[in-house]
């Protein structure tokens, strides 16, 4: 079975909304800062839907090398929603997968901020991935390193 209630809030979101619980946390990964490269799969449209989005998720810090297969599934949705909707007999014939695709395309833009109702909660900070990833650091390190009560 799956976890019950909604997803947690990366550790990143919680600081840049200046979240008392971003301090406590100490187990979240902490994924690699180097903006990830398109995979090899991807089709020419679906490449330069790619090289449109990566510029607006980067400049909100929200980039890391283990987001390449999950931004090129969101490229490949996007681009196969165009391709169907564009033509009157495919937006006839196939609804409900243009419906799934809508669905699918929802998801991404939440799960990346890229809706105005998923950036509302995230403050317009300029601390910058690597800053948070050592603020975070230090607070894992002084987690373990205090001393028992």
């Known amino acids: 079975m799956g976890a019950s209630g909604p997803a947690r809030t990366p550790t990143v979101i919680l600081a840049r909304r200046g979240a008392h619980r971003a301090k406590t946390r100490v187990d979240e990964p902490i994924p690699d800062a180097h903006e990830p490269k398109p995979p090899k799969w991807l089709k020419p449209k679906e490449l330069t839907f790619w090289k449109h989005l990566i510029p607006k998720l980067r400049g909100m810090c929200l980039l890391s090398a283990t987001d390449d297969e ?43 901020g890229l809706s105005p109702a998923a950036r509302a909660g995230l403050a317009r900070t300029e601390l910058k991935r690597e800053r948070v990833a050592h603020e975070l650091q230090d607070k894992v390190t002084k987690f373990y390193l205090r001393k028992p009560a």
Do not use: D, H
């Open 70 to 112: 999950t931004i090129a599934m969101f490229c490949r949705a996007c681009v196969l929603y165009v391709q169907l909707t564009a033509s009157p007999a495919a937006v006839k014939k196939s609804p409900s997968a243009i419906g799934m695709l809508a669905t699918r395309i929802e998801r991404f833009n939440r799960e990346f």
